[in-house]
Nanobody, 127 residues
């Protein structure tokens, strides 16, 4: 059985740092995209960062480029999102998601390409 479990959500001050983790379990071998999405209060869900497991190549949304870093520990199959210089607008529920087997650039706009989702972890940033 495949599943994703996020952790690391917390309250933080603006300008601070948080690191989220997503443990992926039960996945068969093969290249896929793993990504972080978020949904803020009253907002639509948006892609934040994605990573192609074959080569670790990252992709970021404009809103987090230069502040967030996505990475993966291959040995533990854990996806991370390091969030620096946090802003109040980063307040959201953060979700980890993965595609099936994948070839090519990872999507951030078309969330329907991601077919397995975690339950989310809450990040709250105060000014």
């Amino acid at each position: 059985q495949m599943y994703l479990v996020e952790s690391g959500g917390a309250s933080a001050q603006a300008g601070g740092r948080l690191t989220l983790a997503c443990v992926a379990s039960g996945f068969p071998a093969g290249n896929r995209c793993m990504a972080w999405f978020r949904q803020g209060p009253g907002k639509a869900r948006e892609g934040v960062a994605a990573l192609y497991t074959r080569d670790g190549s990252p992709k970021y949304s404009d809103s987090v480029e230069g502040r967030f870093t996505i990475s993966r520990d291959k040995d533990t199959n854990t996806l991370y999102l390091q969030m620096d210089d946090l802003r109040p607008e980063d307040t959201a529920m953060y979700y980890c998601a993965t595609t099936g087997l994948w070839v090519g650039a990872c999507p951030l706009i078309n969330e329907y390409e991601y077919n397995l989702w975690g339950r989310g972890t809450l990040v709250a940033v105060s000014s």
